[in-house]
């Protein structure tokens, strides 16, 4: 267990179904537009991504976090519309488009062909938001928008709240942390409906953080320790450990994922071990982590991680990694693009010595 303050506290500023369009080659064709704030803590978006720093210690639970300080959201998406046909819809079947169409820019970034059998288009779905979204993690769904329009992607996000089913047909679908209540009740719910199962094993990206890494496992730790069934997605099991870990988490990660130093911030007290078919995501140099030295797994295209921060605002690459398991290889972004992920990575390395 890991993270929340019960409900998600801003869980329906995010649009039902929200059509993100690509963004503009350069500063000076595209200028991208502040997305609403939502989510325990996510911060303000804008042109590039906010940190995560320190956020206080929670309260009980093998992972879970009390009400304190908030981390930071991440970047937000460019206002431009366009019209495109969702691939789901929330319940309300309603569809918004933000903003005015957009120019095209002078010189269109290079795109990546889309994989045989399915569009150009990246489907997103942020799954119960309402039940595991905290320290920012909203954020992830952003930076990954963010940076796929930079790239000339379109984006299609879908909110999908805990009374809803989970759609077929994403191609990243993103978990956040919640405290141990919500958690167990999200992994009850997730095991009924098995749309995230069948999305998984269909070959869709899954990115969990902290408490919902911990359900794609085969069970994690309850409120008074007790083992929880979980997804069975991931080859994980985890459990409550001796001491809570709380603070910057720095680790190298796996170089079979060519992705730099990876660097979050964690709070819970779970311990989680790693089965034969995954691998860690990573190796502590600060931090606890799964409590062995390692940090977070993955296996295919299922990948959990203990970091917020969010995540993905911290560590870009790996946003990008996840991105290319849908669109294929992508072409780098202009060095101004990159400039407020490096400024973020470089402020938070620094401050641990790292």
């Known amino acids: 267990m890991t993270d929340s303050v019960g409900r998600h506290a801003a869980a329906r500023e995010l649009p039902e179904t929200m059509i993100i369009p690509p963004q503009a080659a350069s500063p000076e064709t595209a200028q991208p537009g502040p997305v609403g704030t939502g989510g325990s803590g996510a911060g303000s978006a804008g042109p590039g991504p906010a940190g995560a720093g320190p956020a206080g210690a929670g309260t009980r639970g093998s992972g879970s976090k009390g009400p304190g300080g908030q981390g930071p959201g991440g970047q937000g998406p460019g206002t431009g519309g366009q019209d495109s046909r969702p ?53 992830n769904l952003l930076v990954l928008s963010r940076r796929a329009g930079l790239r000339g992607i379109d984006v299609e996000a879908v909110e999908v ?27 009850n719910r997730l095991r009924a409906d ?10 869709a990206v899954v990115f969990a953080v902290c408490a919902g890494y911990q359900l794609l496992g085969d069970s994690f730790g309850g409120v008074e320790g007790e083992p929880v069934p979980g997804l069975g997605i991931l080859d994980i099991s985890s459990g409550r450990g001796q001491r809570r870990g709380v603070g ?21 007290q779970g311990v989680t071990r790693i089965g034969s078919s ?12 799964n409590g062995d030295g390692t940090e977070g ?14 995540a993905l605002a911290r560590n870009p690459g790996l946003a990008d990694l996840l991105i290319s398991w849908v669109a294929g290889r992508l072409p780098p972004l202009a060095s101004a693009d990159e400039d407020w992920a490096g400024q973020l990575r470089a402020e938070r390395l620094t401050a641990v010595g790292h």
């Not at 759609?167 to 209540?181: N, S």
């Open 87 to 139: 691939a789901g819809r929330h319940a309300s079947g309603r569809t918004k488009r933000t903003g005015a169409p957009a120019k095209a820019p002078a010189t269109a970034p290079a795109r990546p062909p889309a994989p045989a059998g399915r569009d150009s288009r990246l489907r997103i779905v942020w799954v119960y938001p309402d039940l595991l979204s905290t320290y920012g993690d909203r954020g």
């Open 161 to 187: 709240n805990s009374d809803q089913p989970v759609p077929a047909g994403g191609d990243i679908y993103l978990l956040g942390g919640g405290e141990d209540l919500p958690q167990i009740l999200a992994a």
């Open 194 to 203: 098995a749309g995230l199962a069948r999305a998984a094993s269909g070959g």
């Open 248 to 268: 910057e988490l720095v680790a190298d990660a796996d170089p079979e994922l060519s992705v730099p130093r990876l660097t979050g911030f964690e709070n819970h």
């Open 278 to 289: 995954a691998r860690p995501l990573g190796r502590v140099s600060l931090g606890v982590g």
């Open 297 to 310: 797994a993955y296996a295919g295209k299922v990948l959990g991680t203990y970091m917020h921060g969010p």
